[in-house]
């Protein structure tokens, strides 16, 4: 406890004096008051009440306030009276407080220190206590009031105190004063930014004031004589955490396994004890607290952790983290620092090294290691990477499939590397194991190097053109050889192999025994020479001294063709079925199409007809002398004149031409009814029924409807429904309608039914065939189906333009002026064009292109020209499929171009001097053509006289039908 004892000496008191003139201090030592008192006056705790004496009396009543001074002044001698008269209402305030700060003086204690001992921990709260006496010479209670210059610092009554409620009570008699004991606590609790780092502690200090406060009185004391001080001063210093060490190395820790255990101290310099906590990650586990409960003990309390890691698989893509959180929990909050982690998960079976690096042929090893703790066998090895051919296990080497490896113990892999090539060999091993641990496959890097000499070929796989039996030796095809390696390569052998050696014909600049710098270049040409049909296959291998393969190798392939040879078909059903017609009726031709579906062109010689009711109408398409291109057709018409009712008619009709056989035959069959024959008609147009295109594969997309009327009289029997014609399939009659036509029904006299075809094209190109109907009606002649198949055609480095070709009006026979499509390289690499085809009335030429198969370099164009040659009139239609692909043994892809065009017939082309006759009007338009009248006149007389021989000739067949005594 502090005791103050009161000081009167050297007491100083300023005097503010206010009102209209400037402040100015006033004292006993003032002009007006110097003569009889000092500064500070004679203090006595009684003074006569006469002039005796200039001691100031603390118990007389002039002490209060002002008034008190003025009536005092007023009654005394008269020194002091004379004195008063001069003296201001503002001088009676200041005299009056200057007494009254004088009395009250002696009841405050004067300024005291206070220290606090040792030192305290910013966040933490430390308290001391202090104790003195006040007395009070007023005849009213002081009240007290206590402040703090530093906050850090904080002053508060105690319930201890005999001052009540911070008050001292009031004097009792003039001369006996109010006491008591104030009694404080003085609490400092200093921050942490109250020391700033580097430095660790620091002295802080305050000044508590204690002021009095004089309740009642007219008459308050100046603010520097109020209070008493105490100077307080204290010293905080910075607790810390600390790790030691300050990170944890649990080195590489076989997985299933666990490390060795690593320890860290954690030290607290805190006031209080402190409990620590850790954020583990996995596998990481502490082996038992250091300290009972994790509580590290107050002031520089140490505490002891071990900790233990015991990875799991998850390690390997998972590491630990590179630092984990420390936490200390104590009074005031919570201080977090880090443990730094290290340590790397491996597998139980390990190579050491893990990357092979040879830079010759020969040898190379590693050893394989066993760290875990049950026996691991091997599986079958597998090499991958782009030089994963020049590495092998060696007949040597001590680790194979199938090897066991006990817990700590290693085998020794070698394996033998042959490079094929200089430059980089780099390529991967994984060894597949069954360690219940994992770590499998076991991965190891061969990064080789090689310098020797290397053979490559321009062509793994060169393509020839198909080439007919007995023809010359295809077109020239050059294979360059290159020494890409790293030294000169020998050629020691060339020859010819494999199946077909024969079929292939050899030359170039590379020889046997020829040298071949580094970079330097030789040519092998190849041509082919079929000695059978069919695919024809052989071997070029040339044998060096430089990497591997060698021999190099390549695989020739050729096909084989037969001599072209034109063959004749006839599409119609054999025997084809005209039906029923009435004797005497008038009926049109029928069309019977003659196609080449051979593979050369072909001649018609001659077309007969033999057999009874049939007849040809003349067909200049189909004459004699007629030669049919490939694909090409011509149509017979033959018609169907039976001469007798309920009579069956067969005629067999034989088309002779230069292809090697017999002639082709189609034999005919129809039946006479003397009733009239219902009459059947296709509804709509009778021309070719066109399909468009249509992709392979998406069957029946693609529809057309038509439709048939029988006009009577009578009903019909429908008695077959079909498409005819090699392609027939193509277009196959679909059901389903409500007004279907359908075999072996009724169809209604005045009726109409409908027959729905689809196309479905099983290849590319042109595709046609007829639709065919038979009913005991009249024959109605077959409709033209026609289509365009499209081939899938892929991702293409080539393009082709334009997409389709359109070609205009071309006479039957003659040739329509060429049409360019422009073959254009689009990859970053040479294209290889395989080659072209094209069907219908429409040829190709190369043009500017080579002879296929042919690279085309990225960038570059060609142009293949392509004509009509009609040779009927009709709408032509025809697609040209052009083959590529990017490289050898890679996928072909397809680029069709449709053609169209329109083929006119000569006599549709009209002129001056075209002869023949016209129903037109003469110029003036007077008179019809006499010729045309002349004509008509001769064919009524020739129909008359036709008439007249049939009704004969059915009278020599039917004699018992004659009217009697007709003769014969």
């Known amino acids: 406890m502090s005791t103050f004892v009161p000081r009167v000496a050297g007491l100083a008191l300023l005097l503010a004096v206010t009102g209209a003139s400037q402040a100015q201090n006033f004292g006993l030592t003032a002009p007006k008051c110097a003569g009889c008192h000092t500064d500070p006056p004679t203090v006595q705790a009684l003074t006569p009440n006469d002039c005796s004496g200039h001691a100031v009396g603390l118990s007389e009543a002039f002490v209060g ?226 300290c009972a409960g994790r509580v590290i003990a107050a002031d520089s309390g140490v505490c002891t952790v071990s900790l233990r890691w015991q990875p799991t698989a998850a390690a390997i893509s998972t590491p630990l983290p590179a630092s984990i959180p420390v936490t200390i929990t104590g009074t005031g909050g919570t201080v977090s620092t ?299 018409a033959l018609r169907f004149t039976p001469l007798a009712a309920d009579t069956d008619y067969r005629a067999t009709l034989a088309v002779a031409h230069g292809a090697a056989g017999v002639p082709s035959t189609l034999t005919v069959v129809g039946r006479g009814s003397a009733a009239v024959v219902p009459v059947v008609t296709w509804v709509g147009s009778t021309g070719t029924r066109d399909f468009g295109t249509q992709a392979i594969g998406a069957a029946g997309t693609t529809t057309h409807t038509v439709s048939l009327r029988n006009h009577g009289p009578g009903a019909i029997r429908l008695t077959l429904i079909n498409t005819i014609g090699l392609e027939a399939a193509m277009f196959p009659v679909q059901g389903g309608a409500a007004d279907a036509c359908v075999a072996g029904a009724l169809l209604e006299p005045d009726r109409t039914c409908s027959i729905t075809l689809a196309f479905s094209p099983g290849s590319p190109g042109t595709h046609d065939a007829r639709l065919q109907v038979v009913s005991s009606g009249t024959a109605l002649a077959p409709l033209t189906l026609t289509g365009i198949g499209l081939g899938p055609v892929g991702s293409s480095a080539l393009t082709v333009t334009p997409a389709r070709l359109e070609f205009g009006a071309t006479r039957a026979g003659a040739t329509s002026p060429p049409m360019a499509v422009t073959l254009s390289g689009e990859s970053s690499s040479a294209v290889r064009v395989l080659g072209w085809t094209i069907d219908g009335s429409f040829d190709v030429d190369r043009g500017t292109c080579p002879t296929p198969p042919f690279l085309l370099a990225a960038g570059d164009t060609c142009t293949v020209t392509v004509r009509l040659r009609p040779v009927v009139a009709g709408e032509a239609r025809g697609v040209l499929q052009i083959a590529s692909s990017p490289g050898t043994d890679l996928p072909t892809t397809l680029l069709q171009v449709p053609l169209t065009g329109q083929a006119q017939a000569a006599a549709d082309v009209v002129g001056s001097g075209a002869g023949g006759c016209s129903i037109a009007r003469a110029p003036h338009g007077d008179h019809l053509d006499p010729t045309l009248l002349a004509l008509a006149v001769l064919a009524v007389l020739v129909l008359a006289w036709r008439h007249g021989q049939r009704q004969r000739q059915r009278r020599r067949q039917h004699p018992h039908r004659e009217p009697a005594g007709h003769a014969r």
């Open 65 to 290: 306030n002002a008034s008190n001074l003025q009536t005092r002044l007023n009654a005394s001698c008269p020194t002091m009276k004379s004195v008063a008269n001069t003296l201001t209402a503002q001088d009676l305030t200041d005299v009056a407080a200057y007494l009254l700060n004088l009395r009250d003086a002696l009841a405050v204690p004067a300024a005291a220190t206070l220290s606090f001992a040792g030192t305290t921990a910013t966040g933490a709260t430390r308290t001391a206590s202090t104790s003195f006496t006040l007395s009070n010479y007023r005849g009213t209670a002081l009240t007290l009031a206590l402040s703090s210059s530093n906050p850090r610092f904080s002053v508060a009554w105690k319930s201890s105190s005999t001052c009540t409620a911070m008050t001292v009570p009031a004097a009792t008699s003039s001369l006996t004063p109010g006491t008591c004991r104030l009694d404080l606590d003085v609490v400092f609790q200093p921050l942490p930014a109250d020391v700033v780092a580097p430095q660790t502690s620091a002295t802080l200090t305050s000044t508590l004031t204690v002021t009095p406060t004089y309740a009642g009185s007219d008459v308050q004391p100046s603010a520097s004589a109020g209070g008493r001080t105490i100077t307080v001063s204290a010293t905080a210093y910075r607790p810390t955490v600390t790790l030691s060490p300050q990170a944890l190395a649990f080195g590489e820790v076989v997985i299933g396994g666990a490390s060795v255990v690593r320890t860290v101290q954690i030290s607290s310099t805190y006031p209080d004890a402190r409990t620590y906590a850790l954020t583990l990650p996995a596998g990481v586990t502490e082996d038992s607290p250091g």
């Open 338 to 636: 880090s443990l730094g982690l290290s340590g790397t998960a491996a597998w139980p079976l390990t190579a050491s090294p893990t990357r092979l690096t040879p830079s010759a042929p020969g040898p190379v090893s590693t050893a394989l290691s066993n760290r875990g703790s049950t026996a691991i066998v091997l599986g079958a090895f597998t090499f991958s990477g782009t030089a994963r051919d020049d590495y092998r296990v060696a007949a040597s080497s001590g680790c194979t499939p199938g090897t066991r490896v006990d817990p700590g113990l290693s085998c020794t892999l070698t394996l033998d590397y042959t490079p094929t090539t200089s430059g980089d060999r780099q390529a991967t091993l994984a060894i597949p194991h069954d360690s219940a641990v994992g770590g499998s496959p076991l991965s190891i890097t061969l990064d080789g190097t090689a310098d020797i000499g290397q053979l490559s070929l321009d062509a793994a796989q060169p393509s020839f053109p198909d080439t007919v039996l007995g023809a010359p030796p295809s077109s020239t095809v050059t294979v360059t050889a290159h020494n890409t390696g790293s030294k000169p390569l020998t050629l020691n052998a060339l020859s010819l192999g494999g199946p077909h050696p024969g079929d292939f014909l050899r030359g170039g600049t590379c020889a046997a025994g020829s040298t071949l710098a580094v970079g330097a270049t030789c040519t092998v040409t190849l041509q082919f020479s079929p000695g059978a049909t069919g695919m024809r296959s052989a071997t070029l291998s040339i044998a060096h001294d430089g990497a591997a393969p060698n021999p190099s190798v390549l695989t020739l392939t050729g096909q084989g063709l037969p001599q072209p040879v034109g063959v004749l078909t006839i599409d119609a059903a054999n025997p084809l079925d005209v039906g029923s017609q009435t004797v005497n009726g008038l009926y049109g031709a029928r069309a019977v199409r003659l196609r080449n579906t051979g593979t050369a062109s072909l001649q018609l010689t001659g077309v007969t007809l033999n057999g009874s009711g049939f007849s040809l109408d003349s067909t200049p398409s189909c004459a004699a002398g007629t030669t049919l291109a490939i694909g090409q057709t011509c149509d017979l």
